[in-house]
């Protein structure tokens, strides 16, 4: 999906243009990244692609190398694409990440503030496990992958989450905790276990849960 980066400045008079041509693209199935001034948070629901809490789920996916599932759309739909509102009911994620539900113009609908909720459920929820550990997720991928060195495979987990190369101390960090459950064979009540891939599941998992990672997006 192609990005289109609109500029305009915080006021109504460059805002209500750049609307009209952000439906017109969303339509389209492009992804809108709105680039403007403080002045901004006046108008924020006239742009409901343009909002933290939403994007979020669209990083989340790359990091962890799946997709989300939408009623009635297409595979790999966004959530910055969703059609409409209908969508918080059903979707967990958008409703403790505070997706508005665009009943009024009032921003007061949008909440910029972290919360509890929005941690424990990075941390320990169950379709974020379930993306973590999948079968054709981004962990069992990088375990599976024999062709490229463990440098190359954490430095690709830092692209995709941070945009960033890894720090040559996170390097190491990263590297010492793939050797030390690389020869894992089982777990605490003996079933069979692919240490690699549950290592690269900590890693992602980790990733998912940094400030920087959030701060991102």
């Known amino acids: 999906m192609s990005v289109i980066v609109l500029a305009a400045g915080g006021t109504g008079g460059h805002l209500f243009p750049a609307q009209a041509l952000a439906g017109v693209l969303a339509r389209r199935g492009r992804f809108i990244v709105v680039m403007t001034d403080t002045r901004f948070a006046n108008y924020a629901t006239a742009f409901p692609g343009a909002q933290i809490q939403t994007v979020l789920s669209s990083p ?7 997709e989300s599932k939408f009623d009635g759309q297409p595979p ?15 979707t967990y994620f958008l409703q403790v990440f505070g997706r508005p539900d665009s009943s009024s113009s009032c921003e007061c609908e ?15 929820a169950k379709d974020i496990q379930e993306k973590i550990s999948a079968e054709k997720g981004r962990a069992a991928q990088l375990a599976a992958d024999k062709t490229h060195e463990d440098d190359v495979k954490i430095t690709e987990l830092y692209r995709r989450a941070f945009s960033r190369e890894p720090r040559p101390e996170e390097l190491e960090t990263a590297k010492a905790h793939l050797a030390k459950y690389s020869a894992k064979s089982s777990d605490d009540k003996g079933n069979a276990v692919n240490g ?22």
Request: aromatic share 8%.
């Open 110 to 124: 949008r909440s910029q503030d972290a919360s509890l909720a929005q941690s424990l459920h990075l941390l320990n």
């Open 196 to 217: 690699r891939r549950l290592a690269f599941e900590d890693m992602v998992w980790a990733l998912l849960n940094t400030k920087e990672f959030l701060f991102n997006h």
């Open 76 to 90: 790999g739909t966004r959530a910055v694409c969703l059609p409409d509102n209908s969508y918080n009911a059903s």
């Open 60 to 66: 989340l996916n790359a990091v962890t190398g799946n």
